[in-house]
């Protein structure tokens, strides 16, 4: 077990530090067009592309609050979905989930050991971005006029990893339950693009307000009051608990059916063993 967990950690680390590069990128090209386009920026606040997707212009908080601290888990998000539809059924496709069974590990564990090093890349990303937003920011910080610290936009950064490991254990679900690789993360792409979008729809639109709360980044604040408030204990606790649902749920599906290439899971389990 914990051999396993050594090799799926090191087979982690290329895409921690691209995705870190990446985010950082973001964080510094935003952080730093800001002092010199931030007048701009606000005379075009209030266009409606900007109101529909709930980007504020008007501050450098509500700026930067819908530029990265937003974004952070929505780019995020699509390595969630990536890494959660491979660990199981993108192996399985491959092949290589056979040489992984092959060992005196139950199932069970092999979920939970694939679960812990994504919870731990996708940490070591958000942590790692974070910090680095955070170091720009305060580079670029004499020049901006702002009440918001570096480690406020470092903490708010650090708060799209529950929303991002929902996302990531919905898709594992879906890894070991559909019978593809392409078929889940199709789902998951369906659903991470729903909760998106249909949460700011129902922001704009108040008969949708009573099915708000269906959706995952209802419960993710990415406004100006994520650095004066901090983040909500409670919305955290719904992310991690949708997480742990569904980690439960690819745990029961994994371990209730044979390993079969492309077939649904009663087949499998019809499967002789």
Request: net charge negative; glycine share 8%; proline share 4%.
């Amino acid at each position: 077990m914990i051999g396993l967990l050594v090799h799926e950690l090191k087979a982690r680390w290329r895409s921690v530090l691209g995705w870190t590069l990446g985010l950082v990128a973001l964080g510094v090209t935003y952080i730093a067009v800001y002092p010199g386009a931030g007048d701009v920026m606000a005379d075009l606040a209030d266009l409606e592309i900007y109101e529909a997707l709930g980007i504020s212009m008007t501050t450098f908080d509500g700026y930067i609050a819908s530029v990265i601290v937003q974004y952070v888990p929505v780019l995020l998000g699509i390595y969630a979905i990536l890494v959660g539809t491979r660990t199981l059924a993108g192996e399985e496709d491959e092949g290589t989930l056979e040489l992984v069974l092959a060992q005196p590990i139950r199932r069970w564990q092999i979920v939970a050991v694939k679960t812990f090093s994504i919870a731990v890349a996708m940490a070591l990303i958000v942590v790692l971005a974070g910090l680095g937003c955070a170091a720009i920011f305060q580079a670029y910080r004499s020049q901006i006029d702002t009440a918001v610290m570096p480690m406020q936009l470092f903490a708010a950064v650090l708060s799209g990893w529950p929303i991002c490991m929902a996302f990531a254990m919905i898709s594992l679900f879906l890894s070991a339950f559909l019978p593809s690789r392409r078929l889940a993360s199709m789902v998951a792409a369906v659903v991470f693009i729903a909760s998106y979008f249909g949460e700011t729809l129902t922001g704009m639109v108040s008969s949708l307000e009573a099915i708000e709360p269906f959706s995952l980044f209802y419960y993710f604040d990415s406004s100006p009051n994520v650095f004066t408030e901090g983040v909500r204990a409670g919305d955290v606790g719904i992310l991690l608990g949708v997480a742990a649902l569904f980690f439960l749920l690819a745990v029961l599906s994994f371990s209730r059916r044979n390993v079969t290439v492309g077939a649904w899971p009663w087949v499998r389990n019809a499967a002789p063993r």
